[in-house]
């Protein structure tokens, strides 16, 4: 069983700044992509921010400048680093993981590739 656990969301101010952690637990024997996603209510889930095993990153448009993402593959973790907050970034934020897990069967090892999410924590923006 993979699950993957995410911490720090809360209320944020405007112009202020908070960390996203999201650690994935478990059998896991791998991660590949790992990123963040947000979704408002009303609306549709959308890309935040992604990364690669490489560390090669994508940000959505309308965080580019403000947020960035990193990994610590060691600890099995992505995080999400939000500065100069604003309102429209109020949302759910999911993190998500592209996680090879294993198991065993009477000492026969099985694996299998399947992207995994978060419960989701809620970020609210507002002073």
């Known amino acids: 069983q993979v699950q993957l656990v995410e911490s720090g969301g809360g209320l944020g101010q405007p112009g202020g700044s908070l960390r996203l952690s999201c650690t994935a637990s478990?059998?896991?024997?791998?991660?590949?992509?790992m990123g963040w996603y947000r979704q408002a209510p009303g609306k549709q889930r959308e890309v935040v921010a992604t990364?690669?095993?490489?560390?090669?990153?994508h940000l959505a448009d309308a965080v580019k400048g403000r947020f960035t993402i990193s990994r610590d593959n060691a600890k099995n973790t992505v995080i999400l680093q939000m500065n100069s907050l604003k309102p429209e970034d109020t949302s759910v934020y999911y993190c998500n993981a592209d996680v090879t897990a294993y198991w065993d069967v009477d000492d026969v090892f099985h694996f299998k590739r399947s992207h995994y999410w978060g419960q989701g924590t809620q970020v609210t923006v507002s002073s």
């Open positions: 478990g059998s896991v024997l791998s991660i590949g992509d």
């Open positions: 990364i690669s095993t490489d560390n090669t990153t």
